[in-house]
């Protein structure tokens, strides 16, 4: 088969959980940075692809760019690196499993949180602004895209973030069932290109368009970003947790608990 069972890919994924709090501080910073990089990169081509398309194709401009923005986590899956939409899934099955403690969670969490923006600001200044991809003849759709983001109240940024994890975590897991490289490349692809088309907010993504339209000069303040991030960042982290992880862990008991419950 090419596939793992539900429960099995939970438990492969419970022991790289408990992998993560092994990694040293070093490894962590590195591997964090990498990964906000990732997928500021997938955001650069998305910027790229989208922006490029005449004014008049309306939506069919998003939805070529969300075509291409899954190659972050793609990338990120083969390639190694620590994500924090990722770990809200995989931290969090592994905490409700008794795997690990909850300071660990915690910890993991706040380290990949701060180095996934390191990641992502690193390359919306080298490479969004330095180098100009993000502006010039793109600064349009930067702008368009990091002002939308801006726009949503604190309770919408929350409600989108949950949308958007619960793709992300759902891509996440699905990659892990399956066994085979383009199983976990298109089950990658698709949730990570649905919740791109539907305008839904990942704190990681947002680490690098928000800083590429601040680079800009485009008049936000670095306090927009930073409420940006908290109210997206907690509704990613409801999503992940609350409405992938829990459900996973409820619905999927180990066998010796199932074998428990039937002589009980």
Same mark, same amino acid.
């Given at each position: $088969? ?10 492969? /994924?419970?022991?790289?959980? #408990?992998? #993560?709090? #092994?990694?040293?501080? %070093? ?12 997928? %500021? *990169? ?9 922006? +490029? ?14 075509? !291409? ?8 899956? =083969? ?9 809200? /899934?995989? $931290?969090?099955? +592994? =905490? ?11 910890k993991n969490w706040l380290l990949v949180f701060l180095t996934n923006v390191v990641g992502g600001t690193l390359v919306a200044f080298f490479f969004g602004h330095f180098v100009g991809l993000s502006e010039g003849s793109f600064l349009a759709k930067t702008a368009a895209v990091a002002t939308a983001k801006l ?15 619960? =793709? !992300?975590?759902?891509? !996440?897991?699905?990659?892990? !069932?399956? #066994?085979? *490289? ?54 990613? %982290? ?11 862990? /409820? ?14």
């Amino acid at each position: $088969m090419n596939s793992y069972t539900t429960r099995e890919a939970m438990d492969l /994924l419970i022991e790289k959980a #408990k992998t #993560k709090t #092994k990694l040293s501080l %070093a490894q962590l910073v590195i591997l964090g940075i990498n990964a906000g990089a990732l997928i %500021a *990169f997938g955001y650069l081509a998305f910027l790229r692809v989208s922006g +490029a398309v005449p004014q008049q194709w309306g939506s069919v401009a998003t939805f070529l760019g969300a075509c !291409v923005f899954p190659i972050g986590l793609i990338a990120l899956t =083969f390639l190694g690196g620590e994500l924090l939409t990722g770990n809200m /899934l995989v $931290m969090t099955l +592994a =905490f409700l499993d008794h795997g690990i403690a909850l300071r660990d969670l915690v910890k993991n969490w706040l380290l990949v949180f701060l180095t996934n923006v390191v990641g992502g600001t690193l390359v919306a200044f080298f490479f969004g602004h330095f180098v100009g991809l993000s502006e010039g003849s793109f600064l349009a759709k930067t702008a368009a895209v990091a002002t939308a983001k801006l726009a949503d109240g604190p309770l919408m940024m929350v409600v989108s973030g949950i949308g958007c994890n619960i =793709f !992300v975590c759902m891509a !996440v897991f699905m990659a892990t !069932v399956s #066994k085979d *490289f383009l199983g976990k490349m298109f089950s990658l692809w698709f949730p990570i290109m649905i919740f791109v088309v539907c305008g839904f907010q990942h704190v990681v993504a947002n680490a690098f368009i928000l800083p590429a339209y601040y680079f800009a000069g485009g008049g936000i303040s670095l306090a927009q970003i930073g409420e940006n991030l908290l109210f997206v960042g907690l509704g990613n %982290a409801i999503g992940g947790a609350l409405f992938v992880a829990f459900p996973l862990i /409820l619905l999927n008991p180990r066998p010796q608990e199932v074998d428990h419950e039937n002589h009980v």
